[in-house]
């Protein structure tokens, strides 16, 4: 099983709707999470990140954190054609600077 | 500008070559980080250093050295003992800090190819 998991995709959402992008871990002592958006091509920026359960809201974008489950989302309202990216899930595993990426989830959202 | 800056961006290396890649930041971070990133994949942990003079293998560290003489710099050597090392390589910094939650910010990368 791998420590991060995220579906691949293509996700492909509407322009102005909802996209919903979903991340699980395998490590139930992982205390940080974070979102990043990699454009292709291009290294991958920091979006959000969240701690603690519930939701954690930027503007656009929300985290939702559930460590019961072990799974941690990423909604985008509004959904741009700019938001088209791969959009990478990171979890702090085990170690406190072993920061582990899922492969990504790629989002395209048409105009 | 503060930030993290890798040079080469773009890099080909010949068949039993060495080749370092540069890494320099000047926000005064801790912890540094070595990526790599297959097309198509995820990123994948080669060595990490939380402190000056210090570092740690990663995921994948076999064919790979590095140093921390300072700082500021990590850098990464690709050596020839790396079978495959075609790829798009990501240098990071971070204040670690398990509880305040090791945000982790990227240099722009270093393409490598192997001709």
Redesign the interface.
Known sequence: QKE?EQN?GPLSVPEGAIASLNCTYSDRVS??F?WYRQYSG?????IM?I?SNGDKEDGRFTAQLNKASQYVSLLIRDSQPSDSATY?C?V?GDS?????????TRLLVRP | DGGITQSPKYLFRKEGQNVTLSCEQNLNHD?M?W?RQDP??????IY?S?IVNDFQK?DIAEGYSVSREKKESFPLTVTSAQKNPTAFY?CAS?I????A?????????SWLTVV
């Open positions: 991060v691949s205390q940080s974070f291009k290294s991958p920026e920091l990140s701690y990478l990171a702090i406190s600077y072993k920061l582990i990426f899922g492969s990504g | 912890a980080y990526y198509g994949q995820g990123l994948r942990l990490y939380q990663g990501l971070s670690p800090g398990p509880l939650g090791n945000t982790i910010y990227f240099g722009e990368g």
